[in-house]
């Protein structure tokens, strides 16, 4: 079953669940695919009948990410097409609570760190780069680089401090250590760009990675020579992996093929499901901490809505597109 929000001439890119409201979502929208035009961020909650807006905010450029703070269930933080982070405050109706410019150029990716004892956000960027900021978002704490393209995923690790990987379009995984500023273990993962990486919750040493050239590819960092496993079954970039919260070797990813896909990667033949209910490509998606079962996925396209879906085997996910919300 699928429950829809529509939106108006918004692009979806990112959507998250979160970590406090098990039936509460936030996505990232543009203007114009981000080329032009604002962005727009937005808090939805699910109910018996739909989906309803809760608060939207504009921004001045399109926004490319969102994350859920991990210590305040109304804080979040947004990455922009100017180069910025801003908080945001779901009790504050007007403008963020601080915003922030040291990327020269867009923001595409922001994750809150999620272990205990730490409090801290990773931001990455077409600039190259990685930034790491405390809650407050003043100066950066550090900028780490080495990627020789584009960022398109930041991910700390649920279970190392002070860890986390991006993704990046010169092909490689990297796992970073903030410590010491310094990149621990650099993955030839894909001979096209890399768009997106996520950590596995029940393994500190799986990592999964979503390309250009369609495929899927999980990794054992002890043993990085050849993934464990590579998923094909997309037939355009994947643009986004989410591995399940209730599941070792349960993961989804979604593709500009209008398509969401469920994976057992321990499985010789791994693929699981695919949902094909989207008619744009599908840029974002999220499984519920809470809920076992749903997925919440964002289309990317000006008619195609933000869905939220329940599948019966599989986590519930949280997907976009370029939609209309």
């Known amino acids: 079953m699928a429950k829809v929000f529509r939106s108006p001439a918004r692009h979806g890119y990112a959507v998250e669940v979160s970590p406090f409201i098990p039936n509460r979502v936030a996505c ?12 727009t961020l937005l808090v939805l909650d699910e109910t018996e009948t739909g989906i309803c807006l809760v608060r ?51 923001v595409y990716s922001v994750d809150w760190s999620q272990t205990r ?23 950066s704490l550090t900028t780490l680089r080495g990627h020789e393209s584009v960022i398109y995923s930041t ?16 092909g490689t995984l990297r796992v970073w250590d903030v410590k010491s500023a310094a990149c621990r273990l650099a993955i030839p993962a894909h001979k096209a760009e890399v768009l997106s990486c996520d950590w596995c919750k029940y393994d500190q040493n799986i990592l999964a990675t979503g390309s250009v050239d369609c495929s899927v590819c999980v990794w054992d960092l002890r043993n990085v020579r050849q993934p464990v496993n590579r998923l094909l079954g997309h037939t355009y970039a994947v643009r986004r992996v989410k591995f399940s919260p209730f599941s070792k070797t349960v993961l989804a990813s979604c593709s500009y093929d209008f398509t969401v896909r469920f994976w057992d990667y321990s499985r010789n033949q791994p693929l699981l499901d695919t949902v094909e209910h989207h008619s744009e490509f ?20 000006l008619y195609t ?16 597109s370029d939609f209309l919300l």
């Open 305 to 320: 809505p933000l869905c939220l879906w329940s599948v019966r085997t599989h986590p519930v996910i949280v997907s976009t």
């Open 117 to 139: 004892g730490e409090n801290l956000i990773v931001s990455g960027s077409w600039d190259h780069t990685a930034k790491v900021w405390d809650p407050t978002l003043s100066p």
């Open 282 to 301: 599908v840029c974002g998606l999220d499984l519920n901490l809470h809920i076992p079962n749903q997925v919440t996925i964002i289309p990317s396209s």
């Open 56 to 106: 939207s905010w504009e921004w001045s450029d399109g926004l490319f990410d969102v994350g859920w703070s991990e210590a305040n269930e109304h804080v979040l933080v947004a990455g922009g097409g100017d180069g910025s982070l801003q908080l945001w405050d779901t009790a504050n109706h007007s403008g963020p609570l601080r915003a922030a410019k040291e990327h020269t150029q867009e």
């Open 28 to 39: 990232a929208a543009a203007q114009y695919y981000g080329i032009a035009g604002c962005g």
């Open 155 to 170: 991910i700390w690790s649920p279970h190392i401090p002070g860890c986390f990987a991006s993704a990046s379009g010169d």
